[in-house]
Nanobody, 127 residues
Framework: QVQLVESGGGLVQAGGSLRLSCEAS????????MGWFRQAPGKERDVVAA????????YYADSVKGRFTISRDNTKNTVYLQMNTLKPEDTAIYYCAGVGVGYATVVPTTASGYAYWGRGTQVTVSS
């Protein structure tokens, strides 16, 4: 069974930074596109950023472009989300997700494109 375990969430003041990590118990991790999603209370789960299996393609939601950076270390089966200049509207539960098919060419930008999910980590940004 595939497990994705997020860490690095917490409480931070506006303008601060956090780095989220997601370690996957997926033997073929290097073949899988990974993404970060977030869900605020009463809202849908939306994509924040995604990175293709080879790291050559990345996607960012407009709301985080220039502030967040997604990266991956295939030797550690880990994907990261560096979040800078955080805003109160970034407050949400952040989820790590993985595409089920290996070597996918297209980077999905909706939750339905991902088969594997972590339990999430809370990020709270105070004003």
């Amino acid at each position: 069974q595939v497990q994705l375990v997020e860490s690095g969430g917490g409480l931070v003041q506006a303008g601060g930074s956090l780095r989220l990590s997601c370690e996957a118990s997926l033997r073929t991790f290097s073949r899988h596109t990974m993404g970060w999603f977030r869900q605020a209370p009463g809202k849908e789960r939306d994509v924040v950023a995604a990175i293709r299996w080879d790291g050559a393609v990345t996607y960012y939601a407009d709301s985080v472009k220039g502030r967040f950076t997604i990266s991956r270390d295939n030797t550690k089966n880990t994907v990261y989300l560096q979040m800078n200049t955080l805003k109160p509207e970034d407050t949400a539960i952040y989820y790590c997700a993985g595409v089920g098919v290996g070597y996918a060419t297209v980077v999905p930008t909706t939750a339905s494109g991902y088969a594997y999910w972590g339990r999430g980590t809370q990020v709270t940004v105070s004003s």
